[in-house]
């Protein structure tokens, strides 16, 4: 039988939390956070256009992360059934002190009672343009 996916609500919800957890794990290199959260096939596409799957991301995370600080501007979740896109919005600052914004897009799927991240995809820029 297949799982319920959540109500679109409560799927907004969960989807807020885990995207504001994702956030944490990234700035506390917490590699067994998104080892929980990502489903095996995860793929993330860097601003750099690198590609890194789960394994990867997972080591690269532990390397801890190249930003000093990281405030999270705006998040819009989209639910389309069992995926989920979630578009967000940061400022961040380097060690040099210069700072920048970064553009996301994370795929979510429902499965098995859970959304896991089977995709990332970060954009950043120097310009400080928020809409």
Known sequence: MAAKVETSSAGESTLKRLNQEYIQ???????????????????????????????????????????????????????YGRVALVH????????????????YTDVYVFDADQWKAVSAQITRTSRLVIE
């Open 25 to 79: 794990a990234y700035m506390s290199s917490d590699a067994s956070w998104y080892d929980e959260h990502l489903a095996d096939e995860f793929v993330c596409i860097e601003s750099d256009g690198s590609v890194l799957d789960k394994t990867q991301f997972l080591r690269k995370t532990a390397e801890g992360p190249d930003v000093l600080d990281y405030k999270l501007l705006k998040v819009n979740v989209r639910i």
């Open 88 to 103: 967000g919005t940061g400022k961040f600052i380097r060690e040099d002190q210069s700072s920048g914004v970064s553009r």
